[in-house]
């Protein structure tokens, strides 16, 4: 048996219709996930008080900042 006929099995046991209170679990589910996700993905306070300060500048000099940074961190690295 290979995998397309597996999952045509297994398809075929899945019920056609989705309860509302099947429905209801799912999306709160999905909400929590989501709203888990955002508070790992927050910038510590350190990293945001020092790009605050960046906010102001130009796009130009931003780059004329952080590509030299970058390139200093991975000749440390390396």
Request: aromatic residues 6%; without cysteine.
């Amino acid at each position: 048996m290979n995998e397309m006929e597996q999952l045509t099995q297994f398809r075929a046991e899945v019920p056609l219709g989705v309860t509302p209170r099947a429905e209801q679990l799912y999306r709160t589910g999905l909400e929590q996930e989501l709203s888990a996700e955002h508070r790992v993905v927050a910038r510590p306070g350190f990293l945001r008080r020092a790009l605050a300060g960046l906010r102001g500048v130009r796009p130009a000099w931003r780059y004329a900042i952080t590509v030299p940074v970058a390139a200093g961190l991975v000749a440390g690295v390396l």
